[in-house]
């Protein structure tokens, strides 16, 4: 059978070449047409690739295949060529091309040469892959204890686009970009790059650097060393301020590079104090020192900076300013009255440090004033000048003067203003009725409409319809007790400027004086906003004030969305979420469906309610 298949083949080869023979007389010997082909290219580099050619027929046999290249179409075996050497059954044959330019073009056929000539497969092309730019370092100059100038040049692409470019730099030699470095633009060309925050008196090794899409390629190494730097020093707030004192510190965090030869604070009236100022020098460790100021002036504003020395000269921390206490007296005013008068608050009976409060300005540092509410019929009580019983601790003498021996001060039910003069060691306690006049109040300038006062929120509290023109707040029916708002920005002075009322409406009015000579009000008109609402979210809907029922309503057609209660037309207070415990900026209050509703709120209890008609 092997030999008959041999026959057959033989006979098959004669057949070719009879008919090689009729097509052509320059090629008697080798019948090569077609005879090969250049099938591919395969695995491309920055300088190498593999051509794959395909013997179609030999003819007569060839005595060389290989591929031969160029960077020029059609190329021949007078360009570059590569011969196949390999022994191979197969007529697929593999060719290497090596040492070629990263980043062309180039053109491969396979080629075939036998005694007739030499004949070639298609043309293939392919582009050999760029490789990582080429760098040069520039020298490091301009050194300092923490920073220096570098730089380098782009001397070559690598065949593809440089987007980015710097240099690299550490204390380790051969940096890479996986550490610390610059970023100096893209692109070929010198670049200069800044170094900064290094160590004092520490050698530093720099490359170039430059990134394309074959990576990133380094220039030569540098090194250089820093110069000694000043240390590195932060400062500790100041705490533990007293009329006289205070206590600060701070921590050296780097040395600069050199032996820390004296640190502690400077401290002084201007800001900004140096060594030359007042200086104490710290004796604890110094990554972190603690240090008292003490013989200071009361109520004075100081600086103080914490310093560290070495043979590059004196660093300093943070500048911190901060203030003694003024010669400010607080006394409590415990007594038998407290739980009752104000409850909820977490205050107790007889207990100075759990009582309210009379405190003095730093203006007026002997005079101590204080707004109590009491609740009993008789109240007994005293005044307390620690937060506890050390004492002293004054009674009435009986004739208005403050005693130690004395007995407790007796006061009916009601609120009072209370005020002490520590010096002259007298008291007055006068009880007050608070209210609201002014030629926007019902009763104009002749009279106050008076406000309750609410143990629960320690507020006197009211509803009143106001013109747009302006109140203050009186008690007594006497202007020896009046306060008003020089800035009208809810804070209150006494005999202060009157307050001014823009927009006529209901209003809900607050005083609140539970703590001394700190004296707040508020006026707030209250209306609906929401997509339910006639005005959506641009425009509210005002509210009125039902005295029947304490409370703030609207009847008004409602669509199916949502609203807020808001005060003033801003946002500055609005309230949401739950009807039954309304939040400051809470959800919004949804309508399920559509109709006529009647809308109450409550400014105190902060509650409402939602009714369809």
């Known amino acids: 059978m092997k030999n008959k298949m041999i026959y057959r083949f033989m006979i098959l080869l004669v057949a070719v070449a009879a008919l090689f023979a009729a097509c052509t007389e320059e090629t008697a010997h080798v019948r090569l047409e077609p005879t090969l082909s250049t099938a591919n290219t395969l695995n491309i580099t920055s300088d190498s690739a593999t051509v794959v050619g395909f013997v179609i027929a030999e003819g007569d046999g060839f005595t060389e295949r290989g591929v031969c290249y160029s960077t020029t179409e059609n190329p021949t075996i007078d360009n570059d060529k590569k011969a196949y050497t390999e022994d191979t059954p197969n007529a697929t044959f593999y060719v290497r091309l090596s040492g070629l330019t990263y980043a062309t073009k180039y053109y491969a056929r396979a080629y075939a040469t036998g005694e007739a000539g030499t004949v070639y497969g298609e043309q293939v092309e392919f582009t050999t892959l760029p490789v990582v730019p080429f760098l040069s370092t520039a020298a490091i100059t301009e050194i300092t204890g923490n920073s220096a100038i570098g730089g380098g040049e782009v001397t070559g692409s690598g065949g593809a686009d440089v987007t980015a470019r710097g240099i690299v730099f550490g204390t380790e030699a051969n940096p890479t970009i996986s550490g610390d470095k610059t970023a100096d633009g893209d692109g070929v060309g010198t670049f200069e790059s800044m170094l900064e925050n290094l160590k004092g008196n520490t050698t530093y090794y720099v490359r170039a650097y430059a990134s394309n899409t074959a990576g990133t390629g380094y220039g030569p190494?540098?090194?250089?060393?820093?110069?000694?730097?000043?240390?590195?020093?932060?400062?500790?707030?100041?705490?533990?301020?007293?009329?006289?004192?205070?206590?600060?510190?701070?921590?050296?965090?780097?040395?600069?590079?050199?032996?820390?030869?004296?640190?502690?604070?400077?401290?002084?009236?201007?800001?900004?104090?140096?060594?030359?100022?007042?200086?104490?020098?710290?004796?604890?460790?110094?990554?972190?020192?603690?240090?008292?100021?003490?013989?200071?002036?009361?109520?004075?504003?100081?600086?103080?900076?914490?310093?560290?020395?070495?043979?590059?000269?004196?660093?300093?921390?943070?500048?911190?300013?901060?203030?003694?206490?003024?010669?400010?007296?607080?006394?409590?005013?415990?007594?038998?009255?407290?739980?009752?008068?104000y409850p909820g608050s977490g205050l107790t009976n007889w207990s100075p440090d759990n009582s309210p409060q009379v405190i003095s300005t730093i203006e007026n540092p002997s005079s101590l004033e204080g707004f109590v509410y009491f609740a009993n019929d008789n109240n007994q009580w005293k005044f307390a000048t620690q937060p506890n019983w050390d004492g002293p601790n004054y009674g009435d003498d009986g004739s208005g003067n403050l005693d130690a021996g004395a007995d407790n001060i007796n006061s009916p039910k009601g609120f009072y203003k209370i005020n002490a003069d520590a010096t002259a060691l007298t008291y007055t306690a006068i009880k007050q009725v608070w209210g609201v006049i002014g030629s926007a109040s019902p009763m104009g300038w002749d009279d106050e409409t008076p406000l309750v006062y609410s143990p629960e929120a320690v507020k006197w509290q009211g509803v009143l319809h106001l013109t747009a023109a302006d109140i203050k707040f009186r008690a007594n029916h006497d202007w020896g007790f009046n306060y008003g708002s020089d800035a009208a920005d809810g804070t209150l002075q006494p005999g202060g400027e009157n307050i001014p009322v823009a927009v006529e409406a209901d209003y809900a009015i607050e005083i609140d004086f539970s703590t001394p000579n700190e004296y707040k009000y508020s006026l707030n008109r209250w209306g609906l906003i929401g997509d339910a609402t006639p005005g959506g979210w641009s425009d509210d809907t005002d509210m009125t004030w039902d005295a029947d029922n304490g409370v703030f309503t609207v009847t008004l057609d409602l669509t199916a969305a949502s609203f807020k209660f808001r005060a003033n037309d801003g946002w500055d207070l609005n309230y949401g979420g739950d009807l039954s415990a309304l939040s400051p900026g809470g959800d919004n209050i949804s309508i399920a469906e559509a109709g006529n509703y009647t809308i109450t709120f409550d400014p105190w209890g902060l509650t409402a309610t939602v009714t369809k008609n």
């Open 221 to 341: 190494q540098v090194s250089f060393k820093t110069l000694v730097d000043l240390p590195k020093v932060s400062t500790t707030a100041v705490t533990g301020v007293t009329k006289t004192s205070g206590t600060t510190g701070g921590a050296v965090t780097d040395n600069g590079g050199d032996d820390i030869t004296a640190y502690g604070i400077v401290w002084g009236m201007s800001s900004e104090p140096t060594t030359a100022d007042n200086v104490i020098d710290a004796t604890m460790p110094l990554d972190s020192f603690v240090i008292e100021i003490t013989g200071l002036e009361k109520y004075t504003e100081y600086y103080v900076r914490a310093f560290a020395t070495n043979s590059a000269g004196t660093a300093y921390g943070e500048n911190i300013m901060f203030t003694t206490l003024a010669d400010i007296l607080t006394w409590n005013l415990p007594g038998d009255y407290v739980e009752a008068s």
